[in-house]
Nanobody, 120 residues
Framework: QVRLAESGGGLVQPGGSLTLSCTASGLSSDYAIGWFRQAPGKGREGLSCITSGNTYYADSVKGRFTMSRDNAKNTVYLQMKSLKPEDTAVYYC????????????????WGQGTQVTVSS
């Protein structure tokens, strides 16, 4: 059974940093893992995706967010810095088998999400 669990969300001041974790079970390292977010009243936005060989970022987070993967711990991380109030959203990780994608509909498995709030 596939399970993804996000953690690490919370309240942070503008300009601050936060690291999210996504722990996976039931998946092989062949799966691509993506990070998404959804702000109130908005659609789900693709942020980054990591495969066995590459990492991809949306323009909105390039240079501020860094995604990494620890296969020994079955965990993927999203390091976020220089956070802005517009980064406030529920952040999700998701998994798909066939390569990278920024489209939520192309992912097969999802975590429950973790809230990130950027506010002073």
């Amino acid at each position: 059974q596939v399970r993804l669990a996000e953690s690490g969300g919370g309240l942070v001041q503008p300009g601050g940093s936060l690291t999210l974790s996504c722990t996976a079970s039931g998946l092989s390292s062949d799966y691509a893992i993506g990070w998404f977010r959804q702000a109130p009243g908005k659609g789900r936005e693709g942020l980054s995706c990591i495969t066995s060989g590459n990492t991809y970022y949306a323009d909105s987070v390039k240079g501020r967010f860094t995604m990494s993967r620890d296969n020994a711990k079955n965990t993927v991380y999203l390091q976020m810095k220089s956070l802005k109030p517009e980064d406030t959203a529920v952040y999700y990780c998701a998994a798909r088998l066939k390569g990278s994608s920024s489209l939520p509909d192309e992912y097969d498995y999802w975590g429950q999400g973790t809230q990130v709030t950027v506010s002073s």
